[in-house]
């Protein structure tokens, strides 16, 4: 029987998360399937340090927080976007997105996405070293979500996702399958607008996104039962008029996993029996259990606990609603993976296109030679309530 190796397929799917090769003792990244629902897929938000729970409403909220869709002026609209994935090591890794929302009425809006991960081709090779073919994995999650207006200044939501996941390896007995999943995401906005000095306003705005809140996933028949990168964003952000023509904003967010920390370790002086027997143990808590515990579960108590939030922030500046310049920053302890970097973007408004691109330098000695730096995004957004009448 042939045996494919694993671990070429899943070394794709850690750098999407980590790039260190820190071997300190405290090294302890947190592990979960389906990392490309980590990646986020649109220009706007990442050109801001990845923040985007509680920026403005745009119509690639369904990512961020799709609670945002009640406060869009517009009565439809859908985008495209476009990653290059990975581009510093390969050229065939791609994540593809579409979005899309409707308003029904003044309070009521339903909105969905499409995410296709195309991981390029795999060569697989037996255990003498032979190569034994070609694969193609990928990965897409296909979501839906309504949004209800609360009140003047507050909305929900509440998506359902579909996700469907093909690293195209196997096991020695062959029992490998694709990975099928389904989750759910739980969102809250808050928008309003103040008077600011002079007569002019500003909008203050809060977000908070419960996301991927579902069903374990398996490639092996159930033997082992992955988590799925169940995750907490809570955001604010703040966009003020500084006069008819010039807009600035600034969001921040904070994330958390919702993934259990690992008390196993392969280098730890166990043998490979026994740390595989821990790692195990590690995926047979519940989801609903893992989730609460993984706010106390961190071997190194509350200093552990701390390093798992990532802090991520932006700035944008927007002229005449049709030119705008975003910068921001992302920062991820070096413990949980050191997955550091600034970003900038620009963004072009022509009557109902919107062009937008985003581009990452990476930050850091440890990050010089990342496989994220110099990703690019492209997102072009079509507002059709200018052509659909309202």
């Known amino acids: ?209 419960v996301s991927n809140i579902g069903t374990k996933i398996t490639y092996d028949d159930g033997n082992t039962n992955e988590y799925l990168p169940a995750n907490l964003k809570i955001g604010g952000g703040f966009w003020y008029d500084i006069d008819t023509y010039n807009r600035i904003g600034a969001a921040i967010d904070i994330n958390k996993l919702l993934v259990p920390t690992p008390t196993y370790r392969y280098d730890d002086g166990e043998d490979g029996d026994d740390a595989y027997t821990r790692r195990m143990k590690y995926y047979d808590k519940s989801v609903i259990g893992s989730i609460f515990t993984s706010f106390g579960d961190a071997p190194n108590g509350a200093r552990e606990e701390l390093q798992e939030i990532d802090v991520m922030g932006g700035l944008e500046y927007t002229y005449n609603n049709i030119f705008s310049a975003r910068g921001g920053y992302h920062f991820n302890h070096e413990n949980k993976g050191n997955l550091r970097y600034a970003t900038v973007g620009l963004g072009v408004k022509y009557k109902m296109l919107n062009v937008d691109a985003s581009y990452i330098f990476t930050v850091g000695q440890a990050n010089n030679n990342s496989a994220l730096a110099n990703t690019v995004r492209i997102t072009l957004g079509f507002d059709l309530g200018q052509v659909i009448k309202k």
């Open 1 to 209: 029987m042939n045996k494919i190796f694993k671990t070429m397929a899943l070394a794709f799917f850690a750098m999407t998360l980590s790039t260190n090769t820190n071997a300190q003792k405290d090294y302890n990244p947190i592990p979960s399937s389906v990392q490309m629902l980590n990646i986020a897929p649109e220009a706007r938000g990442t050109a801001m340090g990845d923040a985007g729970v509680a920026s403005t409403p745009d119509i690639n909220s369904q990512h961020w927080n799709p609670a945002k869709y009640a406060f869009m002026d517009s009565k439809t609209g859908v985008s495209v976007s476009i990653t290059p994935w990975l581009r510093s090591l390969v050229s065939d890794i791609n994540l593809f997105y579409m979005a899309g929302y409707y308003k029904i009425d003044q309070r009521n809006n339903v909105s969905a996405s499409v995410r296709y991960f195309s991981l390029g081709d795999l060569v697989f090779y037996n255990e003498t070293g032979d190569e034994q073919g070609t694969y193609k994995p990928n990965e897409f999650a296909i979501d839906a979500a309504y949004s209800l207006k609360l009140s003047n200044y507050w909305s929900g939501s509440v998506a359902l996702r579909y996700i469907h996941s093909d690293l195209g390896f196997q096991q020695e007995d062959d029992s490998y399958s694709a990975g099928n999943a389904a989750a759910a995401d739980l969102a809250f906005y808050f928008k309003k607008q103040i008077k600011v000095d002079k007569g002019r306003t500003a909008d203050v705005m809060f977000g908070v996104n």
